[in-house]
Structure formats: C-alpha cells, structure tokens
T-cell receptor
C-alpha cells in the first residue's frame, strides 16, 4: 500500500544552521515522484523540490536539497542556512506512476520553528 | 504566468446547507486535483481529473460531495448537505504534463456551524 511517513511532528533549528526533515515512503510502483511542499501560516502550499525515482542525482533547489536513499525508501529534505521565514509546516508527498494510477498522497507534515 | 485561482477564499455555513467552490487551473495543465485539508493534517485527495474525465475519486464522499470539470478547464466542488466534520481547507491544484508537479491555489477555508 502507498504510504508516506513523517516522524517529526515538530523541529527547532537555530537561524543560519542546517536542518533535516525526515520522510520515508512505501510503494510497489517502480516509477514514482517525491515532492516537498512548504505551508506557511497563510495556508498556501508552496512547491519546493522534486525527485524522480529514476533520477541518479539528488535534487537541489537553492537552499533546499533532497537526500534520496532509494534502498532505504527515504527522501529527507535538507534546508541549509535556515532563515526565520522558513518557519512553516513542511509536507512530503509521493506520486506513483502509471501502475499506481498516478495517485498522490501526503504525509502528516513537520512543523519547523526557526529560532533567532 | 497566472497561478491556480480559487474562490471564495472563506465560507461560513450552517450544517445541512450547500456550498460550492470554484477552481481555475494554470493554463495548459490537464490534470486538476481537489484536496481536503483538516486542521493539523496533510492534504487528502478527494478527486483527480484528467481533462474532463475522473481519474480517481476513491476518497470522495459521494453521498454528499460532487465535482465536475465540464470543459476540461475550470472545476467546481460541491457539498450538499454539509456536516460539521466538513470544516476544512479545500485546496485545488493542477499539474504540469511532464514532471506532474502539483501547483496549489490559495485554498478555500470552510467553517460549518
């Protein structure tokens, strides 16, 4: 069964330090995509980064990088040089490929608090 | 490029009333999604359209929820009659045809009293 697990309900990080948000997934579909979204208190869902299951390199987008360990089925988000504006909810999501009907599910989220 | 548009942004109704939400996806995005996000939880997919056809509505409570995308562009989600537990944010998203990255609208916050 398709499943996304985010085990950290909340995380604290000091401004300018790096933080890793955990995400593990489970799927039997060989083709899938992994996403991270940021949701500030305003409620909008902001796309951060994407990793395809066949991508050889870990995805990076500015201060965001995705630590993709396929054998362990983990897709952790690394935020470098944290800023106060990074305080928000972060959701990991997985979209299966054609075998799975392109279904998408989201994890329960991790709330990140950045301290000044 | 314009993002995903949703209206209204907020809605307060009493239980057993009806409500409808509207979504206009990003131009060129064939796939449209409606999600329900209850406070403190991740979004839950209600229905997914590919053009004007339904791809997945397995988690849509069909006794009270309905959705349509008649011309393959904008979409309407309706709840009739509403229950207290329908209080949530309803998010609409559309995805590009290559990476299928989903881009979300601002959401509609529904409060059922």
């Amino acid at each position: 069964a398709q499943k996304i697990t985010q085990t950290q309900p909340g995380m604290f990080v000091q401004e300018k330090e790096a933080v890793t948000l955990d995400c593990t997934y489970d799927t039997s579909d060989p083709s899938y995509g992994l996403f991270w979204y940021k949701q500030p208190s305003s409620g909008e869902m902001i796309f951060l980064i994407y990793q395809g299951s066949y991508d050889q390199q870990n995805a990076t987008e500015g201060r965001y990088s995705l630590n993709f360990q396929k054998a362990r089925k983990s897709a952790n988000l690394v935020i470098s040089a944290s800023q106060l504006g990074d305080s928000a909810m972060y959701f990991c999501a997985m979209r299966e490929g054609r075998t799975g009907g392109f279904k998408t599910i989201f994890g329960a989220g991790t709330r990140l608090f950045v301290k000044a | 490029e314009a993002g995903v548009a949703q209206s209204p942004r907020y809605k307060i109704i009493e239980k057993r009333q009806s409500v409808a939400f509207w979504c206009n996806p990003i131009s060129g995005h064939a796939t449209l999604y409606w999600y329900q996000q209850i406070l403190g939880q991740g979004p839950k997919l209600l229905i997914q359209f590919q053009n004007n056809g339904v791809v997945d509505d397995s988690q849509l409570p069909k006794d009270r929820f309905s959705a349509e995308r008649l011309k393959g562009v904008d979409s309407t989600l309706k709840i009739q009659p509403a229950k207290l537990e329908d209080s949530a944010v309803y998010l609409c998203a559309s995805s590009d045809p290559v990476k299928r990255t989903q881009y979300f609208g601002p959401g509609t916050r529904l409060l059922v009293l």
